[in-house]
């Protein structure tokens, strides 16, 4: 767990082990999801990343899932 301090124009500073980890670079964005009292950084994943992640073997079903999952979460946020 790290530490981080709001700046007065609500910013913070993500620790540079945390930006190595999940490989951030300067111009990345970033989602920001609500949980309660809690608040959840994610980088944002680009469609184009995605490009060819449903060749693989078996995961038709587990894909349309997730892909369900993900547009069901999305719908959520835009609509409030």
């Known amino acids: 767990m790290e530490v981080v301090t709001l700046s007065s124009k609500g910013q913070i500073v993500i620790p540079v082990k945390v930006r190595k980890k999940l490989s951030l670079k300067e111009g990345d ?3 920001l999801v609500e949980e309660n009292d809690a608040i959840r950084l994610q980088p944002l994943v680009h469609l184009s990343e995605l490009w060819g992640v449903d060749q693989v ?5 587990a894909l349309k899932e997730l892909r369900k999952e993900w547009d069901d979460e999305l719908e959520k946020k835009t609509a409030l």
């Open 29 to 31: 964005s970033l989602v």
């Open 57 to 61: 073997k078996n995961s038709g079903t």
